[in-house]
């Protein structure tokens, strides 16, 4: 695992372990959907499929996650968020994510439900 290696999501230059290890450990919860949508983009690059399993939501979530077959991710960019603050409800964040083939543009839209925050869709 990377344990005190930097983090995949990039987020604030921190270790794995001090970003996004603990969501994936299941040993805490996002507080805002930024962070689940980073955590989420980690298990892909780590191949914690279950981790993006466990934080779809139930409504929209396929019955099995599917990794992307050779795909090798490089980086994320955050480029906006919209609300998914610790107080919020419902989240937008958009970001980019570079792979060796190119890179993917996606707007992900989040909720919170029961004080959890689930990646909800994508376009």
């Not at 001090?18 to 959907?33: D, S």
């Not at 077959?69 to 919209?82: D, F, I, Q, S």
């Amino acid at each position: 695992m990377l344990g005190t290696g930097p983090c995949p999501c990039g987020g604030l230059h921190q270790s794995y372990d001090a970003c996004c290890g603990p969501l994936l450990r299941g040993e805490r919860q996002a507080t805002t959907a930024e962070e689940l949508m980073r955590s989420r983009y980690t298990a892909y690059v780590v191949g914690d499929l279950d981790h993006v399993w466990r934080t779809w939501h139930p409504r929209t979530r396929p019955a099995v996650v599917e990794p992307a077959p050779g795909v090798l991710w490089r980086g994320l960019t955050v480029l906006r968020t919209e609300a998914g603050g610790p107080d919020d409800d419902t989240g937008v964040v958009e970001f980019r994510a570079d792979h060796d083939g190119g890179s993917m543009h996606e707007v992900s839209e989040f909720a919170r439900r029961a004080g959890r925050w689930f990646y909800v869709a994508g376009t």
